[in-house]
């Protein structure tokens, strides 16, 4: 009985060195992302408007545009060096993300959505094609590079991406919602991911309370308030730095093109018309708004008719996230 468990663990290692060599072979031509491709991280906090702005980015041909929030580190807020980590196999989180995992199972997309079987947009991502990718890539290299490889892995599986010549894109736009909120995060980026730009959405606290409490009203009012504090001061913060931009919100929706012009010029990317439309692989996706969803872009329609902000909150506490806006919003229009 020993020989033959023996004999079949030999066998099976055998079959899966077998395996990974013909993925080799076949896959070669699959490791084409540049190895100076740029990230555009955008990472302000929920409710801002992030969502919106990189499925903005979707519709640029030279960029390929992340589909889901970026999980690759657990918390996903927190991003902390690779080449520390004796194995980055762990790491990968969207592979798990029970929404993901839906979207792959019923081969559509729709965020934040509860997607019922032929509803959504077709989203073919093929499973076993991105294990056996990502089987045969070896640690080695900066955080960069590991994370190239894994985009490798990740597009080269979507198996119905509009943009599939990778030899043509030179971004790659990742949404990863709190990263304002934790400075360890932002200085790995700016320190590690040579060339990449983080951007900052501005909205307002209100705005951004109301919307949080009518997704969740379960949330905790004084963690939120904090959260909001920490996400004003920080910008403020960093600012200055050259590789960070900031742009409010409230710009976004009422004049898009003048702002997308703007971030173009700030990214050195090509201004095009189809950055104008939120899309999902050059598909016209609905609004990730907590109260109402629409394609394109406008402001919502505010029908709870409950304000959480003013309800949950005390004056003191108002005017203090009032005065640190004022000032954020002030740096978005020097």
């Not at 050195?268 to 708004?289: M, Q, R, V």
Request: glycine share 2%; with cysteine.
């Amino acid at each position: 009985m020993k020989l033959l468990k023996i004999y079949k663990r030999v066998i099976v290692k055998l079959l899966y060195f077998i395996l990974i060599i013909r993925a080799t072979k076949q896959t070669k031509s699959d490791f084409s992302i540049k190895k100076d491709i740029k990230f555009i991280i955008i990472g302000s906090i929920h409710r801002s408007g992030g969502s919106l702005l990189n499925q903005l980015f979707d519709g640029h041909e030279n960029l390929l545009s992340y589909p889901q929030e970026f999980n690759y580190w657990n918390p996903k807020n927190i991003w902390t060096p690779l080449q520390k980590k004796k194995s980055y196999t762990k790491l990968v989180q969207p592979i798990n993300d029970y929404k993901m995992l839906k979207c792959i199972y019923y081969k559509n997309y729709d965020k934040y959505k509860v997607i019922k079987k032929n509803s959504g947009i077709k989203f073919l991502f093929d499973i076993k094609k991105f294990k056996k990718l990502y089987n045969i890539q070896k640690n080695l290299g900066n955080d960069k590079k590991i994370l190239i490889d894994y985009f490798n892995c990740f597009f080269k599986s979507w198996s119905n991406l509009y943009k599939y010549q990778m030899q043509d894109i030179d971004y790659i736009s990742l949404h990863t919602p709190g990263l304002i909120l934790n400075k360890h995060s932002i200085n790995y980026i700016l320190g590690k991911l040579d060339n990449s730009s983080l951007i900052f959405t501005v909205r307002d606290p209100k705005s951004i309370f109301n919307s949080l409490f009518n997704k969740n009203n379960k949330s905790n009012p004084d963690l939120v308030k904090n959260n909001l504090t920490k996400y004003y001061e920080n910008i403020i913060f960093y600012h200055k730095n050259k590789n960070v931009i900031i742009i409010s919100y409230n710009d976004l929706i009422d004049k898009p093109e003048v702002i997308i012009k703007y971030l173009c010029k700030k990214l050195s990317i090509d201004f095009a018309k189809s950055l104008l439309t939120p899309t999902f692989n050059h598909k016209k996706i609905k609004s990730n708004s907590s109260y109402q969803r629409f394609y394109g872009i406008k402001k919502s329609i505010k029908d709870n008719g409950f304000d959480f902000y003013n309800n949950l909150l005390t004056q003191n506490q108002i005017n203090n996230l009032e005065k640190l806006y004022k000032k954020v919003d002030y740096l978005c229009h020097q």
